[in-house]
């Protein structure tokens, strides 16, 4: 079984796992509170390496991450396991599991992973995601550094409450980053997910002083963070801290896991889209049918550069260079033909 990164060795056999800010003290025999890094006698180990509950070829738009090579693909991969317990998981049958109690996980290693992505056509790399890719880290790590040596992008989706040292490590071999701002208040946060929001503002700030490239998806649940204050503060903070050409994705909720709120109604993402868009260069709509908030508009002169429907995209507003053809200015920083 492989051994963890990122933790300590306590008195009485104990360890303390110490990637995200839960900070487990993890006995003899148990595990952390993502489930998937156990305690082997008096070692921390990763029990979820190379068992992988999903792997497909999606397109990028997918991720959701509208900016980073539009139209392409990318393999996307995950195991079981997460660090958040969030009550509306869309994913919760592999996230909120472990490896024993899920029977279809397939071991794969990081080369097989890396060759099929190499063997795909119109596929720019590998996306970790599904479940949470941060209780993966070990696996993630080796597979991204065998894809970064063989010209792929390496991709996370993830919920961003992760320690600053293992985040640190993670841009040196993560190109993009879709990370998800779930809401703007720790109560939400904390009665929510299980977690806090301030480490996921922090893990935002270093990404985007990184350099590595950065797209925010916030899921509009009724009633628990629609309120449009809240989420002008959001945006705010956003635009001040991250940047206003940050991609901002604005989802829709639909009743899952264990909450039975019921879907958010189009009017009030709409509102939320206008808000958004008064601070903010590239705000999109997600999980609706409507058609809007869809397309990508130079943020200069206003012509529309990139339509999508559904995962069909066509860049053919976008010059070779990643700009606008109407008037040159750059809109996408990571594109190829
Ligand atoms: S990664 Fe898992 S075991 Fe480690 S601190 Fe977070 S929840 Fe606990």
Same mark, same amino acid.
């Given at each position: 079984?492989?051994?963890?990164?990122?933790?300590?060795?306590?008195?009485?056999?104990?360890?303390?796992?110490?990637?995200?800010?839960?900070?487990?003290?993890?006995?003899?025999?148990?595990?952390?509170?993502?489930?998937?890094?156990?305690?082997?006698?008096?070692?921390?180990?990763?029990?979820?390496?190379?068992?992988?509950?999903?792997?497909?070829?999606?397109?990028?738009?997918?991720?959701?991450?509208?900016?980073?090579?539009?139209?392409?693909?990318?393999?996307?991969?995950?195991?079981?396991?997460?660090?958040?317990?969030?009550?509306?998981?869309?994913?919760?049958?592999?996230?909120?599991?472990?490896?024993?109690?899920?029977?279809?996980?397939?071991?794969?290693?990081?080369?097989?992973?890396?060759?099929?992505?190499?063997?795909?056509? /119109?596929?720019?790399?590998?996306?970790?995601?599904?479940?949470?890719?941060?209780?993966?880290? #070990?696996?993630? %790590? @080796? *597979?991204? &550094?065998?894809?970064?040596?063989?010209?792929?992008?390496?991709?996370?989706?993830?919920?961003?409450?992760?320690?600053?040292?293992?985040?640190?490590?993670?841009?040196?071999?993560?190109?993009?980053?879709?990370?998800?701002?779930?809401?703007?208040?720790?109560?939400?946060?904390?009665?929510?997910?299980?977690?806090?929001?301030?480490?996921?503002?922090?893990?935002?700030?270093?990404?985007?002083?990184?350099?590595?490239?950065?797209?925010?998806?916030?899921?509009?649940?009724?009633?628990? /963070?629609?309120?449009?204050?809240?989420?002008?503060?959001?945006?705010?903070?956003?635009?001040? #801290?991250?940047? %206003? @050409? *940050?991609? &901002?994705?604005?989802?829709?909720?639909?009743?899952?896991?264990?909450?039975?709120?019921?879907?958010?109604?189009?009017?009030?993402?709409?509102?939320?889209?206008?808000?958004?868009?008064?601070?903010?260069?590239?705000?999109?709509?997600?999980?609706?049918?409507?058609?809007?908030?869809?397309?990508?508009?130079?943020?200069?002169?206003?012509?529309?550069?990139?339509?999508?429907?559904?995962?069909?995209?066509?860049?053919?507003?976008?010059?070779?260079?990643?700009?606008?053809?109407?008037?040159?200015?750059?809109?996408?920083?990571?594109?190829?033909?």
């Amino acid at each position: 079984m492989m051994e963890a990164q990122y933790y300590t060795k306590l008195d009485d056999n104990k360890v303390q796992c110490t990637l995200c800010p839960h900070d487990c003290v993890i006995k003899e025999g148990r595990s952390g509170i993502c489930k998937v890094r156990a305690n082997d006698k008096g070692r921390l180990i990763t029990e979820n390496y190379g068992k992988i509950s999903g792997y497909h070829f999606d397109p990028i738009e997918k991720k959701p991450l509208y900016h980073f090579y539009p139209g392409k693909d990318i393999l996307s991969i995950g195991s079981v396991g997460c660090n958040l317990h969030c009550q509306f998981c869309q994913n919760h049958e592999i996230a909120q599991t472990d490896v024993h109690n899920y029977p279809y996980l397939k071991e794969l290693s990081p080369g097989e992973i890396v060759n099929a992505a190499l063997r795909q056509e /119109n596929n720019i790399g590998i996306a970790y995601t599904y479940n949470e890719p941060l209780v993966f880290y #070990e696996f993630m %790590k @080796d *597979t991204a &550094l065998n894809a970064k040596q063989n010209g792929l992008k390496n991709v996370m989706v993830t919920n961003g409450f992760i320690k600053p040292e293992p985040l640190k490590s993670l841009v040196s071999f993560i190109d993009a980053f879709s990370v998800d701002l779930k809401a703007f208040t720790d109560d939400f946060y904390r009665k929510i997910t299980s977690s806090n929001l301030n480490p996921v503002l922090e893990s935002l700030k270093t990404i985007k002083k990184s350099g590595r490239f950065l797209e925010v998806t916030n899921l509009v649940i009724p009633t628990l /963070n629609d309120d449009k204050k809240k989420f002008e503060e959001l945006v705010l903070w956003i635009r001040n #801290e991250l940047g %206003k @050409d *940050t991609v &901002l994705h604005i989802s829709r909720y639909h009743p899952m896991y264990k909450m039975n709120i019921k879907s958010t109604d189009q009017d009030t993402l709409f509102s939320l889209f206008e808000i958004a868009n008064k601070y903010l260069d590239f705000v999109y709509l997600g999980n609706l049918h409507s058609g809007k908030g869809q397309n990508t508009y130079c943020p200069n002169c206003g012509k529309m550069v990139i339509e999508r429907s559904g995962y069909s995209t066509e860049t053919k507003g976008i010059d070779k260079a990643g700009g606008c053809i109407y008037c040159k200015t750059k809109v996408i920083e990571h594109y190829l033909v």
